[in-house]
Each structure stands twice: as C-alpha cells, then as structure tokens.
C-alpha cells in the first residue's frame, strides 16, 4: 500500500516547486501538494523531508521568498535534535525568533559552559544539512529572564540589527512582578548605569556618569503585596529594569541580587514578552508576542499566601 507520504515525495521529487510569491511553507505546501493532507505534510516537515534551496528545513513557518526552489524527499530524513527550555516561533533564511524558558543561559561565559540557547540553535541549523552553518547573537536575556530573543543567521545580518538596533526594534515589552504595591499607575526612570567590581549593576543619577537608561512601565495589576507591571525599554542595558525596580522600591519578586525578600514564585519574575521588529532583508514589521506566564498571577488569587 502506498502512504500519502511517498506519493506526495515522488510527486515533490519528479517536479520541483519554484515559489512565484512570497508566503510560509506550510500554506505554500498545503496549495501545491494535492494528495498530502496538513498532518501528512507536518510530519514530513518533522523528519526533515522538505527542503529550501536544497537546504532542510524544518519550521511550518518558514518565510519563503521569491524564486525559491521547495522540494521533497522520501529519502533524506534528518533528526533534528530535540531543544531543552526553548520554543522556535519563526524561521527564515535570516532569523530564528525563539522563547527560552528561565534558568537557560543564553550563551556560554568564561565560568559557565552549561546548555545554552546558542548551542542547541547551533546544532539545529547545522542538523539541516550544513555543518558549516551558524547562528550569531543579537541580544541576551538574562539566565533567570524567560522570554523572545532574537538569533541571527549570519554575521552581515547580526550586525545590521545590532547597528541600527534602535531604529529597528518598534517594540520590546516585559511583563515583571514586583514586591509591594506600586502607588503610579505609570511612570518612567532615568539614570545612568555603572558595574561595581562584583558586577553588580548600579544606578548613579549623575548626568553622564555611565550608561544612559530609560525605563517605562504601566501597572497591570496590585494589592498590598504585589504589583504586576508592562515595562518598556527605550534603551537595552544590562540588568536595566532590575536595578530600576530595586531603585523605586519595588525590587522584581525572587531577585536576590537587586534586593528581593520574597519567594512568592520559584523563578525571577520577569519576562521578556513582546518584540517588534523590522525584518533587516524583507523590510516587513514583524511581532512576536507571549502570554504572560500564570504563576506572574498567582499572587493576585485569592487566598495566595505571601512566601
């Protein structure tokens, strides 16, 4: 008996699909192969049966372009390995848009060569049929920050980003939960942010006297104990809103580091949940955009008890 995957391979196979515009892979796939249903193709999407340019890819989402060449094989699967505390959101031939959960470092330091995002994304472009692939870092999150990072597939396109990053970025909001109630309903911080020889970052409201940082949040929520708010960067430095948060008062919940007392949840409450951008190539806005994670809503439920 003949599966629907092998008709729909020898069909691929025998007749190349050249891409006359721009759309994702799997609604390219679902309008050109007629005898595969979206499970069938799904599945050979998993196994690595479907290629780009003679490049496997993987992701339903991939952004095709123009004169690209889709085909299928019945012959080479490819085991994509399995990634540990990440989510891939998008793919293209430019970018992998992903969620890390907190507790993963988003590339290695000198001290610390544990599993990282970098590394498992690494092996994930090269499982796609080139070794010699890489992935470049565009930004960090902290270990403890869960969120969307952007990684980049090439140097000239990390660097593009990262050199007009200002420009490019429409968007990029957090959610954090605080300790106490935050009395503003809204409200912005400005300092300038130094290291000490711990590295420990620190404010000093000096004009000039570090770097530059800028802070917006909103209160989503509150009571007497907490407060959950939308916090927006219009600059990116590192640790900026847990040393803004310590500096009105309102450390961020479980941040040891920047003068948290409170263990209402088991992990730093910050997460990175919203980024907008312009696609450095296509030049199309693009949002990426989580939910908030429910345990940042624990403390607003009736009867939590305050840890």
């Keep these: 008996m003949t599966s629907v995957t092998d008709r729909s391979a020898r069909e691929s196979t025998s007749k190349p699909f050249v891409v006359q515009e721009p759309m994702e892979l799997l609604p390219f796939l679902l309008k050109n192969i007629t005898s595969g249903g979206r499970n069938a193709i799904k599945s050979m999407l998993g196994r690595g049966q479907i290629s780009v ?26 085991e994509m390995p399995p990634l540990i505390g990440l989510t ?50 565009v930004h960090r999150l902290d270990r403890d920050t869960s969120g969307v990072m952007m990684f980049a597939k090439s140097e ?7 050199n007009s990053w200002q420009e490019t970025v429409k968007e990029r909001t957090y959610v954090a939960l605080v ?20 590295l420990k970052m620190y404010s000093s409201h ?34 900026q809103i847990r040393v803004h948060m310590e500096d009105i008062g309102h450390p961020i919940v479980n941040d040891k580091k920047y003068g ?21 190539r296509t030049g199309a806005l693009l949002k990426f955009e989580t939910e908030i994670p429910k345990m940042f809503l624990n403390p607003f439920r009736e009867g939590f008890l305050v840890k």
């Excluded at 000239?156 to 990262?162: S, Y």
């Design 88 to 137: 891939i959101l998008h793919e293209d031939e430019d970018l992998i848009i992903v969620v890390k959960d907190a507790g993963l470092l988003s590339i290695a330091s000198d001290k610390e060569t544990d599993l990282t995002a970098y590394r498992q994304l690494t092996a994930h472009v090269r499982a796609s049929g080139n070794e010699y692939n890489r992935i470049f870092v």
């Design 53 to 78: 340019n003679g490049k496997v890819v993987t992701a339903f989402n991939y952004q095709l372009q123009v004169g690209q060449t889709v085909t299928l094989s019945k012959d080479k699967v490819v």
């Design 179 to 198: 300790e106490g109630m935050v009395k503003k309903p809204e409200g912005t911080i400005n300092s300038w942010l130094k290291e000490s020889k711990t």
């Design 156 to 162: 000239e396109i990390q660097q593009q980003l990262q």
């Design 260 to 280: 948290s007392k409170s263990k209402a949840i088991n992990r730093l409450g910050l997460h990175a949940r919203v980024l907008s951008f312009v696609h450095p």
């Design 206 to 239: 000096y004009p000039n006297d570090g770097l530059h940082a800028i802070t917006h949040y909103k209160v989503i929520q509150s009571n007497k104990n907490f407060s959950l708010l939308e916090v927006s960067l219009e600059t990116g430095r590192k640790n």
